[in-house]
């Protein structure tokens, strides 16, 4: 089992990575919130929240027309796998690739304390605090 120090390194790193990929694939997260979340969390460029009152599909087809690559960074609740896994079938049906890996390694290293992305700054925050060195006080 991982501690919250090595947890929040994992996770940085995987941000890394998203901020950098972000600068040439889509990164699709399911409403409003989860975005402002990701620019709390370092990553700026190229998010798109897919709840924009149009189908899953059009969306798909909207975004076929700009980028070749989306990561789909739903919530990991039953909705949320639900709405990755047709993400994915309507990105690929419009012949764009979809990366799965920064979700999986987000879901792993946050299971059973937050179930979706706009949890993570609180939580990122929660792990920097658990790893600080506690100071002992002198009696």
């Known amino acids: ?3 919250a120090e090595e947890r929040l390194e994992e996770l940085e790193k995987v941000f890394e990575e998203l901020e950098k ?3 040439r694939m889509l ?4 409403g409003a919130q989860d975005v402002a979340a990701l620019k709390r969390l370092g990553i700026h460029k190229n998010v798109m929240a897919v709840n924009r009152g149009i189908s ?3 969306f798909a087809e909207m975004v076929s027309r700009r980028y070749d ?3 789909v960074l739903t919530d990991w609740d039953r909705r949320g796998g639900q709405l990755a896994r047709m993400l994915k079938e309507a990105f690929q049906a419009n012949g764009v690739s979809v990366k799965e890996r920064h979700r999986t390694q987000i879901v792993i290293l946050s299971k059973k304390e937050i179930k979706d ?3 993570l700054p609180r939580f990122v925050e929660r792990l920097r605090v658990a790893r600080r ?3 002992k006080m002198r009696r």
């Open 1 to 3: 089992m991982l501690t």
């Open 21 to 23: 990929d972000s600068e």
């Open 27 to 30: 990164i699709v997260v399911e």
């Open 56 to 58: 899953i599909f059009s």
């Open 69 to 71: 690559e989306a990561i």
């Open 117 to 119: 992305i706009q949890s």
């Open 133 to 135: 060195p506690r100071v």
